[in-house]
């Protein structure tokens, strides 16, 4: 059962429009939340988080909003230029004590930003 | 500064084979975790050591699968006798305490044929 869901595979933005990327969560007990980046072959790239105690944050042309009582996260970039075009995962950490803190992570969306 | 690193970054070995992937955390960081990446999946949590110590081994797929860390520092990743379901992007990464953010290697490629 997948905790954390990117129901978008894929998204195509046209360069300096706004890029929407939507997460979905399901364990009521996650409490941090991060987005990461990715390009091939290489690791994933820390963006931004947001702890449960905020429902906005943000960091130059990326922020993230939380919305608690429907379980969902969504990431904003603004303006979206073309070197943002890659893999964006959602992770999600929290829950019972015996799990510490390893990330959940969605599927991933890839993006691709139109020149 | 430094980031995490990994070694080797590809490995293609013999299905039957043992073998060791390599993670150096960033320095002073406590907490380590290993995740895989297999093809179209997302990343899945294998184990988490903080200090020396694995307080989470939860999500190693099956005994083949070991891992150590010494010094709080280095970790191993040991995979025996090889699988071709193993071939996957396996991650490392690090954070300062183990409550925060998790910073990530490149990956090792291992290829099982």
């Known amino acids: 059962d997948q905790q954390v869901k990117q129901n978008s595979p894929s998204l195509s933005v046209q360069e300096g429009r706004i890029s929407i990327l939507n997460c979905d969560y399901t364990?009521?007990?996650?409490?941090?939340f991060l987005w990461y980046k990715k390009y091939p072959a290489e690791g994933p790239t820390f963006l931004i988080s947001?702890?449960?105690?905020?429902d906005k944050n943000e960091d130059g042309r990326f922020t993230v909003f939380l919305n608690k009582s429907a379980k969902h996260l969504s990431l904003h970039i603004v303006p979206s230029q073309p070197g943002d075009s890659a893999v964006y995962f959602c992770?999600?950490?929290?829950?019972?004590?015996?799990?510490?803190?390893?990330?959940?992570f969605g599927s991933g969306t890839q993006l691709t930003v139109l020149p | 500064g430094a980031g995490v690193s990994q070694s080797p970054s590809n490995k293609v070995t013999e299905k039957g084979k043992d073998v060791e992937l390599r993670c150096d955390p960033i320095?002073?960081?406590?907490?380590l975790y290993w995740y895989r990446q297999s093809l179209g999946q997302g990343l899945e949590f294998l184990i988490y050591?903080?200090?020396?110590?694995?307080?989470?081994k939860s999500g190693l797929p099956s005994d083949r699968f070991s891992a150590e860390r010494t010094g709080g520092s280095v970790s191993t990743l040991t995979i025996q006798r090889t699988q071709q379901e193993d071939s996957a992007v396996y991650l490392c990464a690090s954070s300062p305490t183990g409550i925060d953010t998790q910073y990530f290697g490149p990956g090792t490629r291992l290829t099982v044929l």
């Open positions: 947001i702890s449960s105690i905020k």
């Open positions: 050591f903080q200090g020396n110590s694995a307080p989470d």
């Open positions: 364990n009521s007990m996650f409490d941090y």
């Open positions: 992770a999600a950490s929290g829950g019972s004590s015996g799990s510490a803190r390893q990330l959940t």
């Open positions: 320095s002073g960081h406590t907490a």
